[in-house]
């Protein structure tokens, strides 16, 4: 079965940066595009980013520039390397596959000072 398993939130002072982690099993990773959502308090989970199977990627205005999503197929791993973060970032933040509704458990992430 398709199994998502988020890791690498936590708390981070504005300006600072995180690296979330997603590890996939259950399915054939390479083949399949990846994409991060995050759900802040009392909002609609939103569109982070996504990279396809052939590595190309696109984001949310919100997080251009900032945030950098990247696979390592080996690993069966994506990630979002995320910089100069804002307060306005903090929220769960979860990994899904693309081709159906698959999604991990999330991790959260707060930017506080």
């Known amino acids: 079965q398709v199994q998502l398993v988020e890791s690498g939130g936590g708390l981070v002072q504005p300006g600072g940066s995180l690296r979330l982690s997603c590890a996939a099993s259950g399915f054939t990773f390479s083949s399949y595009g990846m994409r991060w959502h995050r759900q802040a308090p009392g909002k609609q989970r939103e569109f982070i980013a996504h990279i396809s199977s052939g590595r190309s990627t696109n984001y949310a205005d919100s997080v251009k520039g900032r945030f950098t999503i990247s696979r390592d197929n080996a690993k069966n791993t994506v990630y979002l390397q995320m910089n100069s973060l804002k307060p306005e970032d903090t929220a769960v933040y979860y990994c899904?596959?693309?081709?159906?509704?698959?999604w991990g458990q999330g991790t959260q992430v707060t930017v506080s000072s």
């Open positions: 899904g596959r693309s081709f159906g509704d698959y």
